[in-house]
């Protein structure tokens, strides 16, 4: 019986879909976002990584390797959150970076007070991320 109800469980959450105004919101924001990160965000960290290093924060070094991971992370997180069965995971590694993002401004640069928008952007693809369930991969035995 446990097993019968279980199943039940997880098809109601897999057959979650948004309402139609909620899913022009999610979308919208997907899509604003997803081009934040490609062009704005992560494009920079991988065209021109050597000016943004000279440029850096006096008490932050950032390792050329970790820039660019960084860069190909956050392009990679913006494309994704733009294609429709790759947009929960996106969102939900977008969340995880962020928030990373909001400790490394807090902590490592001593300005917490700029930590407020990543942790911002972290709560709205966590939102996302929750929103979307319905496109991750259900696990089959």
């Known amino acids: 019986m446990t097993t019968a109800t279980a199943s039940a469980?997880?098809?109601?959450?897999?057959?979650?879909?948004?309402?139609?105004?909620?899913?022009?919101?999610?979308?919208?924001?997907?899509?604003?976002?997803g081009l934040f990160f490609v062009i704005a965000s992560g494009g920079?960290?991988?065209v021109i990584p050597h000016t943004l290093m000279e440029s850096a924060p006096a008490g932050?070094?950032?390792?050329?390797?970790?820039?660019?991971?960084?860069?190909?992370?956050e392009v990679a997180g913006g494309i994704g959150l733009m294609v429709p069965r790759l947009t929960a995971l996106a969102a939900?590694?977008?969340s995880v970076l962020t928030v990373l993002a909001a400790g490394t401004q807090a902590f490592?640069?001593?300005?917490?007070a700029m930590a407020i928008?990543?942790?911002?952007?972290?709560?709205?693809?966590?939102?996302?991320?929750?929103?979307?369930?319905?496109?991750?991969?259900?696990p089959t035995r």
């Open 60 to 73: 932050l070094t950032i390792p050329f390797g970790l820039l660019v991971f960084i860069g190909v992370a």
């Open 9 to 33: 469980t997880v098809s109601t959450a897999a057959s979650y879909r948004p309402g139609k105004i909620r899913n022009r919101v999610l979308w919208t924001l997907q899509i604003v976002l």
């Open 44 to 46: 920079p960290k991988l």
């Open 117 to 138: 928008f990543p942790l911002a952007l972290a709560a709205i693809f966590a939102w996302i991320a929750y929103e979307r369930r319905a496109t991750l991969p259900v």
């Open 108 to 112: 490592l640069v001593g300005a917490p």
């Open 92 to 94: 939900a590694g977008l």
